[in-house]
């Protein structure tokens, strides 16, 4: 079945750092993939997408580019500020079918990883 | 932002009580979703809805029900609540099937005692 593997956390940073949260999944079909950002006590924000190989996504200074070769969706920034520590989480969407043959948009989720930026 | 209201955002009760929660979006999407989270395990879906009155599992339904009598409301229901299903619980909206993002409410968060 899908499964989406991030690297373990926490991650602390200096302002400014670069960051690299590494992904890599595993899916039998052509997922889309999805980086959401979770900031303490809210819900889910979807932080940036790619629905195809060799697609990148980017937002807020926030990139990752859909590596089909190395089922990978990597997610980079240049310099990181206080106001990034969150959580990130990788996924994929992809069909998924219950027992009854209905359809239906599947997101696997990786783990998560806990960022802290100290300024 | 997505227009999904989740309530109640807190509650805390005890071992065996039922306990419902409310999903309300204002998208008319037809797909919701009730996710649990913790710790080390990232979301795992619990009942999803493709439509009024239609409803399936996910991977961890077990000792939850869900019910969907209008587009707009998605409740998810604890029969007989266990220390187990303490957790946060948030629900999510898609327009499509696939290869499109889940929109999600900002959660719930259910303390069993």
């Known amino acids: 079945g899908d499964s989406v593997t991030q690297m373990e956390g926490p991650v602390t940073l200096s302002e400014e750092a670069f960051l690299t949260i590494n992904c890599t999944y595993t899916?039998?079909?052509?997922?889309?993939l999805f980086w959401y950002v979770q900031y303490p006590g809210e819900g889910l924000q979807l932080l940036l997408k790619a629905t195809k190989a060799d697609d990148k996504g980017s937002n807020k200074g926030f990139e990752a580019t859909y590596r089909k070769e190395t089922t990978s969706f990597h997610l980079e920034k240049g310099s990181v500020q206080v106001s990034d520590s969150a959580v990130y989480f990788c996924a994929l969407s992809d069909l998924g079918a219950n027992a009854g043959g209905t359809s239906y948009g599947k997101l696997t989720f990786g783990q998560g990883t806990i960022l802290t930026v100290h300024p | 932002d997505a227009g999904i209201t989740q309530s109640p955002r807190h509650k805390v009760t005890e071992t065996g009580t039922p306990v419902t929660l409310r999903c309300h979006q204002t998208?008319?999407?037809?797909?919701m979703y009730w996710y649990r989270q913790d710790p080390g395990h990232g979301l795992r879906l619990i009942h999803y809805?493709?439509?009024?009155?239609?409803?399936d599992k996910g991977e961890v339904s077990d000792g939850y029900s869900v019910s969907r009598s209008k587009t707009e409301d998605f409740l998810l229901t604890l029969e007989s609540a266990t220390s187990s299903q303490t957790s946060v619980y948030f629900c999510?909206?898609?327009?499509?099937?696939?290869?499109?993002?889940?929109?999600f409410g900002d959660g719930t968060r259910l303390s069993i005692l």
């Open positions: 809805s493709y439509g009024v009155k239609d409803t």
């Open positions: 899916a039998t079909g052509y997922p889309s």
């Open positions: 999510a909206i898609s327009e499509f099937r696939s290869n499109q993002p889940q929109h």
């Open positions: 998208e008319n999407h037809r797909y």
